[in-house]
């Protein structure tokens, strides 16, 4: 659960695909960008990564020199700032194209609402609170992919199953 709101905007893309048949109409491209504008997304990735570095890095962080790790934070934010950005920019046309007028606006009703807003607001309190929990469960989830893979024979070049 990296961003709970890059999740949901997939999801959303995602199951509703084959909802919409003809072009998107203005006023489904005018929610589209009410909804991309809701979420908030160059804040709330922002706070995100700034959650789950430390929880992904683990011990190999504290290897790092102080300076050295600012520095490296500083450019991971400042490069998914810009994913976030290109991506935000080019998400509202594809979002009128799936969903309908009336999907669009339920969704832009909920993120311009209180919960919808609390939601936005409070998803990296949410993911530095989970990310402990991922951090514990990474090796397990590893260990379990890489059994899997060379179940078989098909381990990937390099990595062995416990």
């Known amino acids: 659960m990296a961003n709970g709101i890059l999740a949901g905007a997939a999801a959303l893309l995602v199951a509703g ?4 048949q ?5 006023r489904q491209l005018e929610l589209a960008q009410r909804y ?3 979420l908030q997304m160059e804040k709330t990735v922002g706070a995100t990564t700034d959650a789950l570095l ?3 890095m683990g011990t190999s962080a504290d290897k790092l020199p102080e ?3 600012a ?6 934010r400042e490069t998914t700032q810009e994913m976030v950005m290109a991506l935000s920019a080019r998400m509202a046309p594809i979002l009128a194209d799936t969903f309908t007028e009336k999907e669009l606006e339920d969704v832009v009703a909920f993120y311009e609402g209180p919960s919808g807003r609390a939601f936005v607001e409070k998803a990296p309190v949410l993911t530095a609170k989970m990310a402990p929990i991922m951090r514990e469960l990474a090796p397990q989830m590893q260990q379990k992919l890489l059994e899997r893979l060379c179940k078989d024979g098909g381990c990937p070049p390099g990595a062995q199953a416990k």
């Open 17 to 20: 695909a084959a909802s919409a």
């Open 67 to 69: 300076a050295k790790r």
């Open 54 to 56: 430390p929880a992904m």
């Open 22 to 26: 003809t072009p998107p109409t203005a």
């Open 71 to 76: 520095e490296f934070m500083a450019i991971l």
């Open 36 to 38: 991309v504008a809701a």
